[in-house]
């Protein structure tokens, strides 16, 4: 009995290793094309700490990173395509604003994720939600401009 259970533990192991290798292995270009992305945002731009990073795949793939640089003053930087593009924290709206400006102009909006992107070429917040409808919950994205806070496009799908 003891035979069979070392071996039922030995396989668990051997499976675990092996799914571990296996994430790893599928997971090596994402990893890569994130640490791409933070190499950029350091290099080319004042930035000194990545306090948060996200990834975005809009009409291109583009990452942003969030830190600050030698002065202690907030940065958002915009990768794309191995280009890295700086703004102050403070010249354009936060992903806070975003999320309120869709709750004031949708009510009864329940806020899901809210992330910094691109559209068309130009920074922006996607703010993701949903509300209740007669035919059931919809699911929306606003895209509201970095810079001044526009509303630039609304993306509304099925009710489910």
């Known amino acids: 009995m003891k035979k069979i259970a070392a071996a039922v533990a030995a396989a668990l192991v051997l499976l675990l290793v092996g799914a571990g290798f296996y994430y790893r292995a599928i997971q090596k270009d994402h990893y890569a094309q994130l640490e791409e992305a933070r190499r950029a945002a350091l290099e080319q731009t004042d930035m000194a700490v990545i306090e948060d990073m996200w990834r975005f795949a809009g009409d291109d793939v ?77 699911r929306y994205y606003d895209y509201y401009r970095f810079r001044d806070g526009t509303l630039v496009d609304t993306l509304r799908l099925n009710a489910e």
């Open 62 to 138: 583009c990452y942003v990173a969030y830190g600050t640089d030698a002065e202690d003053r907030a940065l958002y930087v915009w990768i794309r395509a191995g280009e890295a593009a700086a703004f102050p924290a403070d010249s354009g709206i936060g992903g806070d604003e975003a999320a309120e400006r869709t709750k004031q102009a949708a009510g009864d909006a329940d806020i899901l994720r809210v992330v910094p992107g691109m559209l068309d070429g130009e920074p922006v917040w996607e703010v993701f939600y949903e509300r209740k409808e007669e035919s059931g919950v919809r």
